[in-house]
């Protein structure tokens, strides 16, 4: 059985910092690429980072130089270091795991972000 729990959202002010965590069992974190994703009502659920079995990362635009993507293989976790949020980042964040025939998600994180 394959599970994915994120935890680390909450409530801060624009300019803060939050770190999400995703702790996963039932498959290991280092086989395949794990990333997350973010969906608000007005939008489609959407890339943010992502992390390859060889650790290379990826962002895309609106968070890179902001967000950090990490994992740690003894814990079998990843981890999303968010700094300078925005209004904009304000979502339900998601993990997310797929190898080569599944794709797994985990239940969401809701960070939410005030002016």
């Known amino acids: 059985q394959v599970s994915l729990v994120e935890s680390g959202g909450g409530l801060v002010q624009a300019g803060g910092s939050l770190r999400l965590t995703c702790a996963v069992s039932?498959?290991?974190?280092?086989?395949?690429?794990m990333g997350w994703y973010r969906q608000t009502p007005e939008k489609q659920r959407e890339w943010v980072a992502s992390i390859a079995s060889g650790s290379a990362a990826r962002y895309t635009d609106s968070v890179r130089g902001r967000f950090t993507i990490s994992r740690d293989n003894a814990k079998n976790t990843i981890y999303l270091q968010m700094n300078n949020l925005n209004l904009e980042d304000a979502a339900l964040y998601y993990c997310?795991?797929?190898?080569?025939?599944?794709?797994?998600w985990g239940q969401g994180t809701q960070v939410t972000v005030s002016s």
């Open positions: 039932g498959r290991s974190v280092t086989s395949y690429a």
């Open positions: 997310r795991y797929s190898d080569s025939t599944s794709v797994y």
